[in-house]
């Protein structure tokens, strides 16, 4: 609350200012904007298609997100305003003005200076840079000229870009191009070419891109079709050298072989190693001298069958190379029915053997011979068929790698060109569609504007009014100077006795404000607030030796201290005030002296004490550079000021202010009650703080006076 009064007397302070800028602000803008213009506005619409669905094309499949509408509008938008679109209505506009009769604004001296043949010759060049779309060189001396002259009828891009309004109309699918000029006729002449151009503009670079675009497509087409030619051809190519139709079936039958051969072969070893056991047991039956009648006997008889064994042994690698062939197989059974034949036969010639008791066995034995050796045989061929299948295999392998290349690359090359072709067809669609842009409203002429001449005059009192309280705002708020009690409490954390308010009167007279009834307000609040402190010093007096300083010189100690005498004296106390100011002896120079406080200590003189009641008694010093202790010493001092206090009821000592702090430190070692004055609107420093810090550590420090306040205490 206080902080809002003291801003509110800020604004008393300087009320005048508050009225004065505002209304002066207010005068001189009605002058200036009396004689402004009527204007008129223009609006012509244009239609974008980008949010409109029944312009869509086959084409728009997808839904554009609201991001992407946003960003179509504002390029757009942009390329509306381009100084290379605005030229193109100056050029308009310039010309028309030159070839009509009623111009849209009156030439200017330049224009309406130039002959018949310069007008030609200024209309062929600007129709020249229309036609070509293209802005003046201001480098060049003669387009430098004729861009002078658009720029003197106010026709230049910067003027109409500032005439010139463009946006979205809300959310549809509409932009609006408005023009606000003097002449409703310009507004809708400017509105309604540049729509043109933008259109035509706008509809002229799409279908280039799109041709550009469908040619630079249809060339890659072509190049993509040759790429995944020269691929199949490659793929093509590589099969036919190496012999590859379908690697993946290739390979399973190669595997399938594998397993049935391994299987054959495992079976083959079983078979070897029964037949291999079972003739060992019947060679066990045998004496080692049979035996080898036996073996002698077997190599003249078995001729034949190991003829017949070695044409199976080959039968059975052709039939293991032919992938068991069934001819093979046939060979094999009627070889083997043979190969029987001929062992039954030469078992007969074991008849009258002397090994005939073991015949059954002898003929046991030589079919399990044969076994062994077609058993041994199968796995031989078995064994050379799997390691040429497993070769086989093997060799699928890096042609499969090199095959799975080949076709990657043509799956690549496919992909490549299904989507060159796919962008293809679509960029041949739209180049054939229409460009999506037209001018649905075209601009007419406008009513005249409602007039904003009294809007102007009343916002620039308002804006005027509101600066100068911005003004004052940082005014107070950088303004960290001390105004009333209650902040120089909170700024030194020091009590606050009273305050007396700021007298503008040249001089008091205390002797008539005491004695006579006065009538002035100031006056009456005055003695208010001597008495108030007068009361507050009283009731926390500790000796009668009261000491007033300040912080600074000239704070208004001196009429405090003689007023705060009058107010003892007024309730019939007797004062002594002494003049202990000896830089500045302003008590000395407006009393009459008769007793001076160098003599008074020294005992060369004495007070005059009065028999009155309610009395006032001055000690006025010499000034000059001196010091109490340099007077007397401290126990005559101290000695003197008690025979004082037997005669007075209160002792007053001005003393210098804290920036002489020794003249005042010297007064503050006879006293224990210190007041110091503090004059409002100071603020309080860093040096401040440090004899406010010294007045609190005496412990004697009873409180500030505030003077020369301007706000209500």
């Known amino acids: 609350m206080e902080e809002i009064s003291k801003f509110l007397g800020l604004l008393r302070k300087y009320r005048f200012i508050l009225i004065v800028i505002p209304v002066v602000t207010v005068c001189i803008t009605f002058f200036l904007v009396r004689n402004l213009p009527n204007s008129y506005i223009s609006q012509s619409q244009i239609a974008t298609g980008i949010v409109d669905e029944t312009k869509q094309s086959l084409m728009d499949q997808v839904a554009p997100q609201t991001s992407q509408i946003i960003q179509k509008f504002s390029n757009l938008i942009a390329i509306m305003r381009m100084k290379k679109m605005v030229d193109l209505v100056s050029y308009k506009l310039i010309i028309h003005d030159l070839t009509a009769s009623k111009p849209f604004r009156p030439l200017t001296s330049q224009l309406s200076n130039m002959d018949a043949a310069q007008k030609r010759r200024a209309i062929a060049v600007y ?52 023009c606000e000029t003097e002449d409703p006729g310009l507004s809708a002449f400017v509105v309604n070419e540049l729509s043109t151009e933008f259109v035509r503009y706008y509809s002229s670079v799409v279908k280039s891109n799109q041709i550009k675009t469908t040619n630079f497509l249809s060339n890659l087409l072509l190049q993509k079709n040759d790429t995944l030619t020269r691929r199949m051809l490659d793929l093509r190519d590589y099969k036919i050298r190496n012999r590859v139709l379908n690697l993946d079936e290739q390979s399973k039958q190669l595997y399938t072989r594998i397993i049935e051969y391994d299987d054959k072969k495992q079976e083959a070893m079983q078979n070897t190693a029964s037949t291999a056991g079972a003739l060992s047991e019947i060679d066990r039956k045998f004496s080692p001298n049979e035996r080898r009648y036996i073996e002698a006997t077997m190599s003249k008889v078995n001729s034949n069958i190991i003829s017949t064994k070695q044409e199976l042994s080959s039968l059975y690698d052709l039939y293991y190379q032919n992938d068991l062939d069934d001819k093979y197989k046939h060979s094999i059974d009627s070889l083997q029915g043979k190969l029987t034949e001929q062992i039954n036969r030469s078992s007969d010639e074991y008849i009258n053997n002397p090994l005939s008791q073991k015949l059954a066995l002898i003929q046991q034995k030589m079919d399990l011979e044969v076994k062994l050796d077609l058993s041994r045989y199968s796995m031989n061929s078995l064994e050379q068929e799997l390691r040429k299948l497993n070769g086989e295999f093997s060799s699928l392998v890096p042609k499969e790698a090199e095959v799975q290349a080949l076709e990657m690359k043509v799956d ?34 406008g009513l005249a504007q409602p ?17 100068c309280l911005f003004i004052m705002f940082l005014m107070y708020f950088l303004d960290d100077s001390v105004v009333s009690p209650k902040g120089l409490a909170n700024a030194s954390q020091s009590p606050v006795l009273g305050g007396v308010n700021k007298l503008v009167a040249p001089s008091v007279d205390l002797t008539n404000l005491w004695q006579t009834e006065s009538t002035e307000p ?14 507050e010093i009283e009731n926390d007096l500790k000796d009668k030796v009261l000491v007033v300083t300040s912080i600074s010189p000239t704070e208004g100690k001196t009429l405090l201290a003689l007023s705060l005498a009058f107010a003892w004296k007024m309730t019939n106390k007797k004062v002594l005030l002494i003049d202990g100011n000896f830089t500045n002896p302003e008590i000395t120079n407006s009393a009459n002296p ?5 003599d008074f200590f020294k005992g060369e003189s004495n007070v005059s004490i009065s028999e009155k009641k309610g009395s006032i008694d001055i000690l006025s010093n010499r000034g000059g550079d001196t010091s109490l202790l340099e007077l007397a010493t401290h126990e005559q001092i101290r000695a003197k000021l008690d025979w004082a206090k037997r005669y007075y009821d209160l002792i007053i000592i001005e003393t210098a202010a804290l920036d002489d702090i020794n003249q005042s430190k010297e007064w503050m070692l006879f006293t224990q009650d210190i007041v110091a004055i503090f004059e409002a609107g100071q603020t309080i420093s860093e040096q401040k703080k440090n004899f406010i810090s010294y007045l609190k550590g005496t412990g004697f420090f009873m409180g500030w006076i505030m003077n020369k306040t301007t706000t209500k205490i």
């Open 522 to 535: 100031k006056l009456l609040e005055f003695k208010n607030q001597l008495r108030s402190l007068r009361y």
């Open 127 to 178: 129709q020249n840079f229309y036609e070509k779309n293209e802005s003046l060189n201001l480098y060049n001396k003669e387009q430098a000229n004729l861009y002078e002259m658009i720029q003197s009828m106010g026709y230049d891009s910067d003027a109409l870009s500032g005439k010139l309004s463009i946006f979205r109309s809300g959310d549809s699918d509409f932009i609006v191009v408005q």
């Open 412 to 445: 690549i090359a496919t992909k490549e060109y299904l989507d060159i072709l796919n962008r293809y067809n679509q960029s041949s669609l739209e180049t054939g569609f229409e460009v999506k842009l037209n001018i649905v409203q075209q601009g007419m002429p």
């Open 594 to 598: 008769k007793v001076y406080l160098e």
């Open 451 to 467: 007039s904003k001449k009294m809007l102007l005059v009343i916002l620039s009192g308002i804006i005027s009014f509101v600066f």
